[in-house]
């Protein structure tokens, strides 16, 4: 099932993030597709904020960046948030060595993956993906597929 969503702000494609993340389990990954400034870390943005988060920025440089969960989910088990960015990846052997296959399959997280064409046949069959596109300089259309077969 498809879901759009036109945002002009972005407070709106946060909204969105946050909405995803009120309605999306941990250990299923998120695969957020687009070009630069299309708007996948201001989505990301969102969704930690949902969780309680201020501030969360791209990893660019250092691939991952993993947030700990601290809100009343479960009081004996800890969940996180694991945010990845490939751009610079350049190799499938550089994305092993970062321990993203464990990351993929981790019950206990949300792992939001931006620029994710190194990985797609790690990904699990079905994942949610999430198509960013930007029709104009102020408009961003989000395509939401859950359980897509990537």
Known sequence: ??????????????????????????????VLMGDLGSGKTTFVQGFGSYFGF????????TFIKS???????SENTS???????????????DIHS??????????????????PELILSLLPEKSTVIKFTQPNKNTRKIVVSHNQTI
């Open 79 to 93: 969940y996180w948030i694991n945010h990845i960015d490939l751009y610079r990846a350049t190799t499938i052997s």
């Open 67 to 73: 947030y700990k969960v601290t809100s009343q989910i």
């Open 1 to 30: 099932m498809n879901k759009t969503f036109i945002t002009h702000s972005a407070k709106q494609t946060q909204q969105i993030g946050r909405d995803i993340a009120a309605s999306t389990l941990p250990g299923h990954p998120i």
């Open 98 to 115: 970062l321990g993203v296959s464990d990351l993929l399959h981790d019950p206990l997280s949300w792992t939001l993956i931006e620029w």
């Open 54 to 61: 201020k501030r969360m920025t791209s990893p660019t440089y």
